[in-house]
């Protein structure tokens, strides 16, 4: 996370102080329905639109099944708790109202309990097309509908739950590379799709740029994905990303869910990274990327 982001994150904190809106020791408040104006209802169903038609057939199947099931409104910023209503149920998730980013000790928490923080404010009508902090319409509409599948439900609780027990500092960075790679940023195969990928990842499929780019542009790496590859590769947070990690099914990710990773970070620990773009003699590549309009530096 850069200085940047987290400095945003403190303003929207103290915004929500300034406001009188009451903040937990777990940094959750209540949803402030009625501080929502009309431009962030408009905001909403404005990416919701263009969101959902730009999907349509570029999206994995559950994740259109979890919008459906979870009966996302398309016309207003959803409550949260009508959306609790049909998820708790379900798979045990609920979403909880918070001012943006929180800590990783409390973001991790709330994943072990299958509680997954929800930013509550809408970005601008001149944001659109890019915010460097999540909001709203991405934590909601990109992250909760998988949570709705119980495969993606229960990888996320897993790792919510490995993340909390890995408190050596080393660790932090495989398991911020895993969640970008996956929850984040992560493609799975469809052999019928362009460059044999769909999309999932909540990162992506809450922006019209990559959703495109992830897909279909000629630039980045496609690579199968593997778990110890993955928790080694640095990201990118300021551009598109050089390599996506592409798994064959949900199954896959179950399989991570079952993995005792402990080993792993403790073996890891001290190995080198790889840079953002790499391609190692061991990798399944999908695509090999044209490097097109890659920087040199900035891998975080
Ligand atoms: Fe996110």
């Known amino acids: 996370m850069s200085t940047a982001t987290r400095t945003a994150a403190t303003a929207k904190l103290q915004e929500q102080f300034d406001a009188g809106l009451e903040t937990r020791a777990d940094f959750t408040i209540d949803q402030p329905f ?48 009508e959306i609790n209503a049909k998820l708790t149920p379900a798979t045990g998730w609920r979403i909880v109202a918070v001012p943006g980013l929180v800590p990783d000790q409390v973001f991790f928490a709330h994943l072990a309990n299958r509680r997954f923080p929800v930013t509550w404010w809408m970005r601008r009508p001149d944001q659109l097309d890019y915010l460097q902090e999540p909001d709203c319409f991405h934590d909601l509409f990109g992250h909760v509908p998988l949570l709705i599948d119980p495969v993606f439900a229960d990888y996320m609780h897993a790792y919510g739950r490995a993340a909390l027990a890995a408190d050596d500092a080393g660790a932090l960075p495989l398991l911020a590379r895993l969640y970008w790679y996956t929850v984040e940023f992560g493609l799975i195969r469809d052999a019928a799709s362009p460059n044999g990928v769909k ?102």
Not at 35 to 45: E, M, N, T
Request: with cysteine; aromatic share 10%; net charge negative.
């Open 199 to 300: 999309i999932y990842g909540a990162g992506i499929v809450s922006s019209q740029g990559e959703t495109l780019y992830s897909q279909q542009s000629g630039s980045p790496n496609r690579l199968g994905f593997e778990l110890e590859r993955v928790m080694r590769t640095r990201y990118r947070i300021d551009t598109f990303q050089k390599s996506y990690f592409v798994i064959d099914d949900f199954e896959q990710l179950f399989e991570v869910a079952q993995t005792d990773v402990a080993p792993l970070l403790q073996r890891l620990a001290t190995a080198p990274a790889f840079a953002a773009g790499d391609l190692l003699p061991g990798d399944r590549v999908l695509t090999r990327g044209s490097r097109a309009g890659w920087q040199d530096d900035g891998d975080v």
């Open 34 to 81: 009625e501080r929502y104006r009309a431009v962030d209802h408009a905001v909403w169903r404005q990416l919701y639109a263009r969101q959902t038609a730009l999907l349509e057939g570029r999206v994995c199947d559950e994740f259109l099944a979890g919008l459906v099931r979870i009966g996302m409104p398309a016309e207003r910023v959803p409550s949260f708790d």
